[in-house]
């Protein structure tokens, strides 16, 4: 095997070439997060509670149907529209319910985004306070809104590609508090080490198995 192939089998170096590649979007896409107005965390959040185990379209498709029923204004049960197969959610009877508590409950996490002075510490608090909201969920909102101050979104496809560079041994089936904490410390430390920012690397992941730069 000549250098160049090996070079070019290198995961760290495809790694790099992919940032460098796409490093400019990637960066438009989080200067998009970092200026998201606070009228539209709600539906940041909505869609956040709607992505676990469905898809990224089935859930934005959602949020865009909920919009147009002004479900953050008005209300009202939000079941039918997730059942429907145009944008069918899994879960959809838990997640009306975790939609309908998180609409009632968002002036309180209004004022929690506003006056929690730590992304660690605001996810703490929506982690305890939101129902359907794990960390993954929760830093995810966070990313969305501009927020999360370096914070790790632990999923599928950041897993993979952990332990394909071999961050981590094995992919977890469960995560715990304490599990999550440990892999998004190792994630921290692989990133200062290779010199891309965690915010940069996760959308470089993201990239990397869906083809997209997507929220």
Not at 73 to 81: Q, S
Not at 170 to 177: A, E, L, Q
Request: proline share 5%; hydrophobic share 35%.
């Amino acid at each position: 095997m000549t250098s160049t192939t090996k070079k070019h089998d290198d995961p760290l170096v495809a790694l790099r070439s992919v940032y460098e590649s796409r490093k400019h979007l990637i960066r438009a896409r989080l200067a998009e997060f970092s200026v998201v107005p606070p009228s539209e965390y709600f539906y940041e959040l909505v869609y956040c509670l709607l992505t676990p185990q469905s898809s990224a379209e089935h859930a934005e498709q959602a949020v865009r149907s909920l919009r147009d029923e002004q479900f953050a204004e008005r209300g009202g049960d939000p079941e039918p529209l997730l059942r429907n197969p145009a944008c069918y959610i899994r879960f959809h009877k838990t997640k009306s319910r975790h939609l309908l508590i998180a609409r009632e409950g968002f002036s309180a996490m209004a004022q929690a985004i506003s006056n929690v002075s730590t992304p660690t510490d605001l996810r703490e608090w929506l982690v305890r306070t939101v129902p359907g909201l794990g960390y993954k969920e929760a830093t995810h909102f966070l990313r969305n809104i501009g927020k999360n101050g370096g914070l790790a979104i632990l999923d599928r496809h950041i897993l993979r590609n952990l332990k394909r560079l071999k961050v981590i041994r094995t992919i977890p089936t469960s995560i715990s508090r304490k599990k999550y904490l440990g892999i998004e410390s190792q994630f921290k430390r692989f990133s200062l080490r290779i010199g891309i920012p965690l915010d940069e690397l996760d959308l470089v992941f993201w990239s990397m198995e869906t083809g997209e730069i997507r929220k």
